[in-house]
């Protein structure tokens, strides 16, 4: 006697049934779950208190800062060159499509973009990267803001925040899909300045101990990061006459 069977699906209404979850997702994901993460924030002040991080558009806490460069901007360029790491690409259709056939197909993308993160009430000034193996699921990054202050030469001080995405998947947060960061973000802090000493741009570098009181968080995400709250700083080598600081 064969063992009874549930009923089954027709193909006819399978179709429709999938395209219904998919649409409740994209709703879920991307339209209830942002309301309700962005009251949920609202009512928890821990969340808003972190130190030395970043924020989403949103105003959730991004990535925190654990790097600085001083360099004027064609200075920064030229050694995030000669270190092999590439200036991402800008938010947009195109690249945004780009970027989702690059990671399903394995192809490699020098210059797949990355969300923009705030800082000083305003998205990054530069975001550079480093793919790693055939695609852009899994590369190094950083992104860098021009700080209010200049150096005691008069060029511009950097501070940005390095943080390698370990794979694509959803938000913890939305449900959206996204690049999931590693929590070690000390790890991509030390790798990029293994890349910037090795250019010969680089004149001397310094460390900010304790720069961080909170060692560990959340992102926007809800991926976690830790650190030893130290900031990693380095001059780069002045290629102009650099201009008096203004008094």
């Given at each position: 006697?064969?063992?009874?069977?549930?009923?089954?699906?027709?193909?006819?209404?399978?179709?429709?049934?999938?395209?219904?979850?998919?649409?409740?997702?994209?709703?879920?994901?991307?339209?209830?779950?942002?309301?309700?993460?962005?009251?949920?924030?609202?009512?928890?002040?821990?969340?808003?208190?972190?130190?030395?991080?970043?924020?989403?558009?949103?105003?959730?806490?991004?990535?925190?800062?654990?790097?600085?460069?001083?360099?004027?901007?064609?200075?920064?360029?030229?050694?995030?060159?000669?270190?092999?790491?590439?200036?991402?690409?800008?938010?947009?259709?195109?690249?945004?499509?780009?970027?989702?056939?690059?990671?399903?197909l394995s192809r490699p993308d020098d210059a797949a973009p990355v969300s923009s993160l705030f800082?000083?009430?305003?998205?990054?000034?530069?975001?550079?990267?480093?793919?790693?193996?055939?695609?852009?699921?899994?590369?190094?990054?950083?992104?860098?803001?021009?700080?209010?202050?200049?150096?005691?030469?008069?060029?511009?001080?950097?501070?940005?925040?390095?943080?390698?995405?370990?794979?694509?998947?959803?938000?913890?947060?939305?449900?959206?899909?996204?690049?999931?960061?590693?929590?070690?973000?000390?790890?991509?802090?030390?790798?990029?300045?293994?890349?910037?000493?090795?250019?010969?741009?680089?004149?001397?570098?310094?460390?900010?101990?304790?720069?961080?009181?909170?060692?560990?968080?959340?992102?926007?995400?809800?991926?976690p990061w830790r650190t030893d709250g130290d900031l990693y700083g380095g001059v780069i080598k002045a290629?102009?006459?650099?201009?008096?600081?203004?008094?």
């Open positions: 006697m064969s063992p009874k069977t549930g009923p089954r699906i027709s193909p006819r209404r399978l179709l429709p049934l999938l395209i219904g979850l998919g649409f409740a997702w994209v709703i879920l994901a991307y339209f209830i779950a942002p309301l309700f993460w962005d009251s949920y924030a609202r009512i928890d002040p821990k969340l808003d208190d972190v130190p030395r991080v970043t924020q989403t558009g949103d105003h959730h806490p991004g990535d925190p800062l654990n790097v600085a460069l001083i360099g004027t901007e064609s200075e920064l360029l030229s050694i995030m060159k000669a270190a092999d790491w590439f200036s991402a690409a800008a938010l947009g259709i195109e690249s945004d499509v780009k970027i989702a056939a690059d990671t399903i800082l000083y009430g305003r998205k990054e000034d530069f975001a550079f990267e480093q793919p790693v193996g055939d695609n852009p699921r899994h590369r190094h990054h950083v992104r860098l803001w021009k700080t209010p202050t200049l150096s005691d030469d008069g060029r511009p001080k950097w501070i940005g925040a390095a943080v390698y995405d370990e794979r694509v998947g959803l938000s913890r947060t939305t449900g959206q899909i996204t690049h999931v960061t590693a929590p070690n973000v000390d790890l991509e802090r030390d790798y990029l300045f293994a890349c910037l000493e090795k250019t010969d741009e680089l004149e001397q570098t310094f460390i900010d101990k304790g720069f961080h009181e909170q060692l560990s968080g959340r992102n926007g995400g809800g991926d290629t102009a006459s650099p201009s008096a600081p203004q008094p």
